[in-house]
């Protein structure tokens, strides 16, 4: 039997209709690429929203067409998130910081139709020239004044975003159809192969935003303000500029200054409470505020994601300005929030030493996911913090598949394999210790790798340090130390390796250490260790350590 | 294009399942029917409720089936929430403060299989006799020593519930099935006509639970402990038994002891953080605090919903007991939540003069739902705070109809018919008025009876008053008061007439007064004012007022 409730279904454009409706003054506020700072309401963001969406429905844009933008966080890419997706159409955002020839192959395996676009990315349209060639038009995201001189390829529109905007209707009316409407696409730069686009359905967007503002994650009220440094170009923005309209928190976004003169400037005018970002931007902000004696005392956390806090930092806000640091993880593929670093009944709130301990750990499972650590062979793990093994995740949320199919070999049984190797503890905090690919199993058991490398840049003649694993006779892989040498510093292999003893158990310890001059990276910034893999497949270990 | 994610329904069962996985140490306090303090953990109920499920299925019960339930809150109760809603089965929760009556037409017209009975009903149960043939067992809520000595009618069952699950599987798992499966069943009870049934489904349950969850409403965290005064066997004890879970917030049950002094032993000695209930609770325990001297001071919030809190409560558990009064408003034919009262940016979050106004109003429009005030002509209202009209409501967990189609003319055009007349401000902020029903139509305009009642009972004269419409020549309706005089007292026509000048339109002035021995309530303690207009329908109002 049906219960007999209204059926509607979950749709983007409820979010900004709501915040107009009901937060119409709240405000938004953009550092602009053009200069200067832009200010309106969410009222104003919903009706150009709304000229923006009919506009692009009288161009003869169709539910599914894919929309692309290259944009720092603003006030009109947000206009983009809702217009765009409130049509049915997609929003996929691209991230300008991978290289050209991916963005053009993006770009084209998503058969964008119009590319909204930043102008500080002029010089990245203008490189990939004949690659736009498949694009119906790029709108330069200013007024007509600002306008940049590009030549595009031939039958590719220039287009300006105001007069764009100017033909649409601000009183048209979001249209009802299927929750399970794709809204959003983003791709996954792996390290190995072309991107991968995971493509999100409204459905699984708005559960996931009403997950992630549940109390326990990022739990905005009305009364906060929002500062997403998590760029809107990749992750959404870790759900941030679906979550402030939910609630009508006002938003502060950042444009492309993402320094922390800029951001510690922004947070202090605009009384920001809450902010979220990846721990290079923390550790800009962090050096900023000691060496100019300013404060950021309106921020009460600061979400960080992306790769693992360290400790020091955690403290270092706490103890001298009174932020809470929460720990969070997701992926592209999750929407992307998977667990979120709050404490629970009996752990410490208020900020001291025992919460710093705590938030090591990326927290815990937000309700609507499912998440289960297994071996090599499948088998489940326990939640005991000590074993670790390949995180697998399940959830409303999560990418049942990629774009066109590809990469079929992460799906299992409704299972999604993250790549990541953690423990659980009893308490259910997920700690991440390695990725997949480059944990070492030597002789049937897993020895992370970034443990090691955390070991060894403690080292004072360790400037960067990468482990990675080495073909062994009897163990079948072993660990590589792989390191730069601190300028001005001559550390020895044995030196280095006797540092290990009594940090980690005596097996764990690297067999080699190889010194170069520098470790290759991604375009963001990770070390690519299937590089250095590469490099080091003839490398023969000693013999010794057997 | 539909995007490529995990279809997965939203189903109750995720909810138990996630707090025995996540928060299996959570605790679950009682007072239970038979005496003392039962403690557990959502682990333990997990179980519990899976060996229920199950030892439902054994006996035949099927997807779609009604479980009715005369319980307290209690552990139990919440096993039965899971176990009968996990495998698809319909909780029916029937209000035992119904007339006899009552409760036999909805047994029948639910056509309930089982019914899961507390002790403190074994009389109602006697008294319902014959009434009950439909019914295929009555499962007393306790162990075979507690077993009452009851008759029932012929082919009727008498069974005992912890023998009943004992026969069920405490690993039997969840079956998944279409989210739009009802999930629960509650009776209104207007004071019109049969009781008529909300038939809730797994999809509303769960996005009311998320929408309820937000900051800026319930806000449940795994650091709260929360005790539900609110009946579960009457709106869904305002869904805190599905948010709870959904957090891991430790839960506290006072089982049938709902006076002050049980309520401040309970919150004292659990530590409760959140309390929710109608204001006669909050009045009982007021002044049992206020005569004990003892105090409540773990508590931060109390939720009042049901009827308007008068705001010399809300300044009392401000001023002297540091608890936010928070006022809520809902229906039982919206799962029941509709509007939460917390201050938007700007606005007092402190306790205090300008907080206790504020919480006059019954709060803003919750994520999810949408909300129109019209008049009599189905004309759309301004939100200015003063024109008040029908408030009509819609969304993801307001029903559609009524269980087997009565009641249809309460939904129009996607919209339902609330019955109250209530204003909005330009904030949002939603104020409750009048019922439709007992708004007085003096030609054409609006005049609100409970404005007029709450003016009347200011009068130290005035026990109690109700203010009805009565038929004018002229104006088509004009207000009529009818008074219950205090004892002792002997206050004049003229004298309470003369008591409006001041504090309302000379208009809205009741035309004439009747001094009556008692007014008619109904079981719940409204008054029954169809009673009250068929007693006054004759009543000659005097001519003067023309």
């Not at 009802?176 to 792996?190: I, Q």
């Not at 815990?364 to 000590?386: A, S, T, Y």
């Not at 990418?399 to 423990?423: I, L, M, N, P």
Request: aromatic share 10%; net charge negative; hydrophobic share 40%.
């Amino acid at each position: 039997m049906l219960g007999l409730m209204q059926e509607k279904p979950l749709l983007i454009s409820s979010l900004i209709d709501y915040a107009a409706k009901h937060h119409g003054d709240a405000e938004i506020v953009s550092n602009t690429v053009e200069g200067g700072t832009h200010r309106y309401t969410y009222r104003d963001a919903d009706r150009r929203a709304r000229r923006l969406g009919s506009a692009l429905l009288r161009r003869g844009v169709k539910l599914g067409d894919r929309i692309g933008t290259l944009a720092w966080n603003g006030y009109r890419h947000l206009e983009i998130y809702y217009g765009v997706a409130g049509v049915g159409a997609i929003v996929h955002t691209i991230n300008p910081r991978l290289f050209p020839e991916q963005i053009a192959y993006i770009v084209n395996h998503a058969e964008d139709s119009y590319l909204f676009v930043d102008l500080t990315f002029v010089p990245l349209i203008e490189g990939l020239g004949d690659h736009l060639a498949g694009v119906k038009g790029v709108v330069f995201m200013c007024d007509r004044a600002h306008m940049p001189a590009v030549t595009l390829p031939a039958g590719v529109e220039l287009l300006c975003y105001e007069e764009f905007i100017a033909d649409g209707d601000e009183t048209y009316v979001w249209p009802e159809f299927d929750e399970r409407t794709a809204c959003g696409l983003c791709y996954t730069s792996g390290t190995t192969g072309n991107p991968k686009g995971a493509l999100y359905a409204h459905r699984s967007t708005m559960l996931h935003a009403y997950a992630a503002n549940l109390p326990d994650v990022f739990g905005l009220s009305s009364r906060d303000c929002v500062l997403p440094v998590v760029p809107m170009f990749h992750v959404n923005a870790w759900g941030t500029a679906y979550l402030a309209p939910m609630v009508g928190a006002k938003l502060v976004f950042p444009g492309p200054h993402l320094d922390g003169e800029s951001l510690q400037r922004q947070m202090e005018e605009e009384g920001v409470t809450v902010s979220a970002g990846v721990p290079t931007v923390w550790l800009g902000l962090l050096n900023y505020l000691r060496s100019s004696g300013k404060r950021i005392d309106s921020v009460k956390r600061l979400v960080i994601g992306g790769s693992a806090c360290p400790r020091a930092m955690t403290k270092a806000y706490g103890d001298e300005y009174g932020a809470h640091v929460q720990h969070a993880w997701g992926m592209t593929e999750m929407s992307p929030l998977g667990t979120y670093n709050t404490p629970k009944a009996g752990m410490a709130s208020d900020l001291g030493e025992e919460y710093y301990d705590d938030q090591l750990k990326q927290g815990r499972l937000i309700f609507g996911l499912e998440m289960k650590i297994q071996d090599g062979d499948g088998n489940e793990l326990p939640w005991d913090g000590k074993a670790f093994g390949d995180l697998m995740v399940s959830g409303h949320w999560v990418c049942s598949a990629y774009y066109k199919g590809e990469g079929a070999d992460a799906h299992v049984d409704g299972w999604f394999r993250t790549g990541d190797v953690a423990t659980i503890d009893s308490r259910g905090f997920m700690q991440i210790t390695d990725r997949t690919k480059d944990v070492i199993k030597s002789g049937g058991e897993w020895i992370s790798s970034i443990d090691l490398e955390n070991i060894a840049v403690g080292h004072p003649g360790v400037a960067e340090a990468a482990v990675i694993s080495c073909a062994h006779p009897k163990w079948d892989e072993r660990p590589l130390l792989v390191v730069v040498r601190r300028e001005g510093t001559d550390v020895s292999r044995e030196e280095l390796l006797a540092y290990f003893n009594g940090k980690v158990a005596k097996w764990w310890i690297p067999d080699d250490v190889q010194f170069v001059e520098d470790l290759p990276h991604t375009a963001t910034g990770k070390i690519l260790k299937t590089k250095l893999r590469e490099r080091f497949s003839d490398h023969v270990l000693p013999t010794a350590g057997d």
